[in-house]
C-alpha cells in the first residue's frame, strides 16, 4: 500500500467477532442454527410472536455481554488512537465489542442489541435487562410497544447519512468479517469504489462481492488485521 490515507471506513460484520465466542450467522453452527430468520429477524415475525422475538434476543444479550473484544477490535483501536486519519467504524454487529474496544465512530447500521425502540414515542431504551411484552415504555407510559432495536429485513439502516458520507469522502475501505451477502451493506464497497477508494477485505471464507476488493486476505481478522495496521502505521512514517 505505502500509502497516506485522509478518510478511513472499516465494515465490521460477525466474522470480526467470532474469534471473541460469538457465532456468525451464515457458519455451520451459524446463529440462525435452531431458528428461522423469519421468526426472529423480520417485522412479521415481529407481530406474529413478539414474546419469542424478545426471548430470542434476551438470550443473545446475556451471551453477548460476557463476550469480549479480541485482537482485531483493539488494533481498530490503536489505528484511531495513532493513524492521522478520519476513521469511522460501520458495523452491522448488534454486539458492543468495538464498543467495549475503545473504538470510537461507531455506527450500528443494524441496530445494537443492548437497546429497544417503542414503537407508539420511538424512545430508545437502554438496558441490558430482559425487555419483553410487558415491559412500560418509560417516556410514553405505554406497555408492550418495546421492539428490539435490531434492524429487521424490510426495515431501513440506521444512520445512513453518517455512512453515505463516509462511503463518498474515504479513500480506504476496509471490510472484516463478513459474508458480501446482506444488502444494502453488502453494496457498499462498490459506492466506496466507485467514488475512489482502495479496498480492502479480511475474511476467512471467499465472500460473494469479493471482485469488488482490491486486496482480499485471507484467516482470522484477530491475527491478519494488527500486522496490516501496524504496516499502516509504519507507512506514515516514511
Ligand atoms: P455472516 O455470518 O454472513 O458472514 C461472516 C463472515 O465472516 C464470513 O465471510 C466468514 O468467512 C467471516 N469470518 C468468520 N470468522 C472470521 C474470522 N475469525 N476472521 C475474519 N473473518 C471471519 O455475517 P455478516 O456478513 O455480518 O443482520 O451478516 C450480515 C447480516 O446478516 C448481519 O448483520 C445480520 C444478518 O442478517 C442483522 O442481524 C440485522
Redesign the pocket.
Known amino acids: 500500500m505505502n500509502k497516506h490515507y485522509s478518510r478511513i471506513l472499516i465494515l465490521s460484520?460477525?466474522?470480526?467477532s467470532?474469534?471473541s465466542g460469538l457465532a456468525?450467522?451464515?457458519?455451520s453452527n451459524?446463529?440462525w442454527n435452531n431458528h428461522k430468520?423469519d421468526d426472529v429477524?423480520t417485522i412479521e415475525g415481529f407481530q406474529r410472536n413478539p414474546a419469542l422475538v424478545h426471548d430470542f434476543y434476551n438470550e443473545l444479550k446475556t451471551e453477548i455481554q460476557k463476550a469480549k473484544p479480541n485482537a482485531?477490535h483493539l488494533a481498530i483501536t490503536k489505528l484511531q488512537q495513532e493513524y492521522p486519519a478520519q476513521i469511522d467504524v460501520v458495523t452491522?454487529?448488534?454486539d458492543t465489542l468495538h464498543e467495549k474496544a475503545g473504538n470510537q465512530n461507531i455506527w450500528h447500521i443494524?441496530?445494537q442489541v443492548n437497546q429497544a425502540v417503542c414503537l407508539n414515542c420511538g424512545h430508545i431504551l437502554e438496558t441490558w435487562g430482559d425487555v419483553d411484552t410487558q415491559t412500560i415504555c418509560p417516556q410514553c407510559q405505554v406497555m408492550g410497544m418495546m421492539k428490539p432495536n435490531?434492524?429487521?429485513?424490510g426495515e431501513n439502516l440506521l444512520y445512513m447519512d453518517k455512512v453515505d458520507d463516509a462511503l463518498r469522502h474515504c479513500d480506504l475501505f476496509i471490510s472484516?468479517?463478513?459474508?458480501?451477502?446482506?444488502y444494502p451493506?453488502a453494496g457498499f464497497v462498490q459506492t466506496a469504489k466507485y467514488y475512489g477508494a482502495e479496498t480492502i477485505e479480511?475474511?476467512?471464507?471467499q465472500?460473494a462481492n469479493n471482485y469488488l476488493f482490491d486486496r482480499h486476505v485471507y484467516?482470522?481478522?484477530?491475527e491478519?488485521f494488527p500486522p496490516f495496521v501496524e504496516a499502516l502505521l509504519q507507512d506514515i512514517k516514511k
Do not use: C, M, P, Y
Open positions: 460484520g460477525a466474522g470480526i467470532a474469534e456468525t450467522f451464515r457458519s451459524g446463529l430468520v429477524a482485531a452491522q454487529n448488534v443494524h441496530g435490531i434492524v429487521f429485513f472484516i468479517g463478513t459474508s458480501g451477502v446482506v451493506a479480511f475474511t476467512l471464507d465472500t484467516g482470522k481478522a484477530g491478519t
